[in-house]
C-alpha cells in the first residue's frame, strides 16, 4: 500500500472549514483513498473515499489533485464533535490478492475544534 | 443490526492466561477483519476473513494467536498464554464489499 504523509496536528474554531491535507505521492492508478477518523477510544468511522473525481457526501468533501498525489479532507462546518483523529489511507481498488482489503493506518491527525 | 457488535467491552487477564474476544460483524456483510490499537493512533492489521475462510492472516503472531468466523456464530479472536504487550484495544470490523467498513466499539484487553 502506498504510504501517506499527515500533519500531527491541527487546530479548528468552531463553525469554520476544516481541511485536512494528505500528502500520498507513490499512489498507484488503481488505488483508492480513503478517510476514517476515531473519536476518542472509539471505533474508526468511515468518512468518505475518492478515486480521481472529488466525492462529496454528507459529512465531508474530499479534493484529490489532477496528479492524485495529494488531497485534501474538507469537514465544512467543524463542530466540537468533530474533534478526533484523522486518517487518510490508501488501499488497491480491485481483488487483485489477499491485501486488497487491509486498511494500512499511519499517525493520522488530531484535529481539534474549538469553541 | 446495524452495528458490529464486540463482547466483553473490556477484558483483564494475568499473564498467561487465555484470552477470548467475540466479534457480531453486520448481517450480510461477508468479510471481517481483526486489528490491535497498542498505543493512540497505531493500529496492526491482524486477520481478515470472507465468510468463514481466512482471507489474509499476515498479521497474525501465529504462536498464540487464532482467528474463526464460523456460520451462524460470532466471530472470535483468541490469545493463548497472554503478554504483557498483548494488553491493547481489539477492533473488529465488516464489510460487505471493501468499501467502507463498519467498525465495533472494540475490546480493551488489559493483561497484568
Known amino acids: 500500500d502506498a504510504k501517506t504523509t499527515q500533519p500531527p496536528s491541527m487546530d479548528c474554531a468552531e463553525g469554520r472549514a476544516a481541511n485536512l491535507p494528505c500528502n500520498h505521492s507513490t499512489i498507484s492508478g488503481n488505488e483508492y483513498v480513503y478517510w476514517y477518523r476515531q473519536i476518542h477510544s472509539q471505533g474508526p468511522q468511515y468518512i468518505i473515499h475518492?478515486?480521481?473525481n472529488n466525492e462529496t457526501n454528507e459529512m465531508a468533501s474530499l479534493i484529490i489533485t489532477e496528479d492524485r498525489k495529494s488531497s485534501t479532507l474538507i469537514l465544512p462546518h467543524a463542530t466540537l464533535r468533530d474533534t478526533a483523529v484523522y486518517y487518510c489511507i490508501v488501499r488497491p481498488a480491485n481483488a487483485g490478492g489477499t491485501s486488497y482489503g487491509k486498511l494500512t493506518f499511519g499517525q493520522g491527525t488530531i484535529l481539534t475544534v474549538h469553541p | 443490526g446495524e452495528e458490529v457488535a464486540q463482547t466483553p467491552k473490556h477484558l483483564v487477564r494475568g499473564e498467561g492466561q487465555k484470552a477470548k474476544l467475540y466479534c457480531a460483524p453486520i448481517?450480510?456483510?461477508?468479510?471481517v477483519f481483526w486489528y490491535q490499537q497498542v498505543l493512540k493512533n497505531e493500529f496492526k492489521f491482524l486477520i481478515s476473513f470472507q465468510n468463514e475462510n481466512v482471507f489474509d492472516e499476515t498479521g497474525m503472531p501465529k504462536e498464540r494467536f487464532s482467528a474463526k468466523c464460523l456460520p451462524n456464530s460470532p466471530c472470535s479472536l483468541e490469545i493463548q498464554a497472554t503478554k504483557l504487550e498483548d494488553s491493547a484495544v481489539y477492533f473488529c470490523?465488516?464489510?460487505?464489499?471493501?468499501?467502507?467498513?463498519?467498525f465495533g466499539s472494540g475490546t480493551r484487553l488489559t493483561v497484568v
Open positions: 475518492g478515486l480521481k
Open positions: 470490523a465488516s464489510s460487505q464489499s471493501i468499501r467502507a467498513y463498519t
Open positions: 448481517k450480510g456483510h461477508s468479510y
